[in-house]
């Protein structure tokens, strides 16, 4: 598992080495520049100390043995008449001014002049200067690595102390209920926490909202399934106690079209769940004329046989962006609803237009209406308009979800629904995306 103060720790300090390192490096070439001036103008300086008057003959050589300065001395013929290092791998002549010679055994720095009769030659190898350029170098730098543990334990204590508003925030989240979901308290958090904690409240405040309907559809789907569950027990108990064929047969009948009316309810409870937000995949281009015409061609047979003249009205071309399992399921349950109020020798009319380049769904039946002060309310769960002498079903009684399903698919597809009284007197519908 990655640890941010840990990856924090491990990258300042590989900063702050990378830091050091170039550090030292321009140290290094700086001091190795001024190591450069200081024994150039030391050779300089040798050489003018040395006298002017001719050898009369070799003063002598020796090997010393040391990295030091090597000297050599010729007259003006040419003969060498001094050499402090005989085995240093110098080349046997001399060059005047400064000069860098590669050797077998490193690099030298030589320095060539004329003092008086003679031709002096000063070299010094260079792997002095660079070892006194470095030892500078280390000096300087080596209180910095000394601190280098002690800065590694104050980036750890900092970033602790830094992430210690996320600890606050995560033990307050451990220690809840499953059940509490009031918002977490986002004051006194620095500036980088504050949009996580107000990320994780909208979370909650979400999340509260859907237990809170989900709550309350399962107490509402529990409290629908019992009344036709009840009846088909009771109807179970008619048909076993049934005393001839004939009340056997009546008592059947009674039992399918319980089971019947609670199948139905759980297919709407089913689509109702289905239809919840985050529930459909928004991607698929429907052709909304096929969609419309397949609708009415499945309720067709059905309307045939409750007397209700069924058909499309009026249908432009229109394309959409959606969902085609779920505008099916919607305009299925307008139809349903439809040709199920609307009585006998009635009519439904469905209609698809363009209007301003957005398509426009209306199904009108003539059947008896929804009263204005109940066309809101009908989009509720569970709400069923009153039956009444102008509200006289002609078909199983509904779920109380037809319309709750049709407004949570149209909201998903970015449309709108709205309910009024058609021109036969009974109820339009128009869905406008």
């Not at 030091?68 to 060498?80: D, F, Y």
């Not at 399962?218 to 004939?246: M, Y």
């Not at 229109?318 to 009635?346: C, E, S």
């Not at 009319?349 to 009908?378: F, M, T």
Request: charged share 20%.
């Amino acid at each position: 598992m990655r640890s941010i103060r840990r990856q924090l720790l491990v990258w300042l300090l590989a900063l702050v080495l990378l830091g050091v390192g170039i550090a030292g490096w321009l140290i290094y070439r700086q001091a190795l520049a001024e190591a450069n001036e200081l024994f150039d103008y030391q050779l300089e300086q040798i050489a003018a100390a040395l006298p002017a008057e001719p050898f009369s003959q070799v003063l002598g050589s020796r090997d010393t043995g040391d990295e030091g300065i090597v000297l050599q001395i010729w007259n003006r013929n040419g003969v060498l008449m001094y050499y402090s290092r005989p085995r240093a791998p110098l080349a046997p002549r001399a060059e005047l001014g400064f000069s860098t010679e590669h050797t077998e055994r490193g690099d030298w720095r030589v320095y060539g002049a004329i003092v008086g009769d003679n031709v002096v030659q000063l070299a010094q190898p260079l792997s002095v200067r660079n070892r006194l350029a470095a030892n500078v170098a280390l000096r300087t730098l080596w209180p910095l690595i000394v601190l280098l543990p002690l800065l590694g334990v104050a980036v750890w204590v900092i970033v602790g102390r830094g992430l210690r508003p996320l600890r606050r925030v995560t033990s307050a989240l451990d220690t809840r209920h499953p059940e509490a979901l009031d918002p977490l308290p986002d004051q006194r958090l620095p500036l980088e926490v504050q949009p996580l904690v107000r990320a994780l409240n909208g979370l909650l405040e979400r999340l509260a909202t859907a237990l809170d309907i989900q709550k309350a559809f399962v107490a509402d789907a529990a409290h629908e399934l019992r009344t036709p569950l009840a009846a088909v027990q009771i109807q179970a108990q008619l048909v076993g106690r049934a005393k001839d064929e004939t009340a056997r047969n009546e008592a059947l009948v009674d039992l399918q079209a319980g089971v019947t009316r609670a199948t139905r309810l759980a297919e709407q409870l089913l689509a109702l769940a289905r239809s919840e937000p985050d529930g459909v995949a928004i991607t698929d281009a429907i052709d909304l004329r096929a969609l419309l015409q397949e609708c009415v061609a499945t309720y067709a047979p059905l309307a045939l046989n409750r007397g209700v003249d069924l058909g499309v009205e009026a249908s432009e071309a229109a394309t959409l962006i959606g969902d085609a399992d779920a505008l099916r399921v919607m305009f299925n349950n307008l139809v349903d609803n439809a040709t199920k109020y609307t009585p006998r020798g009635g009519r439904v009319d469905v209609s698809l237009r363009v209007e301003d380049g957005h398509p426009l769904v209306r199904i009108a039946d003539s059947g008896p209406g929804i009263e204005p002060a109940d066309r809101d309310r009908v989009f509720d769960r569970f709400y069923r308009a009153g039956a009444g002498a102008n509200r006289a079903r002609t078909d199983v009684a509904g779920s109380g979800l037809g319309l709750a399903i049709v407004r949570r698919i149209a909201t998903q597809h970015h449309a709108t629904v709205s309910l009024d009284e058609s021109q036969a007197g009974g109820l339009r519908v128009t869905v406008r995306f």
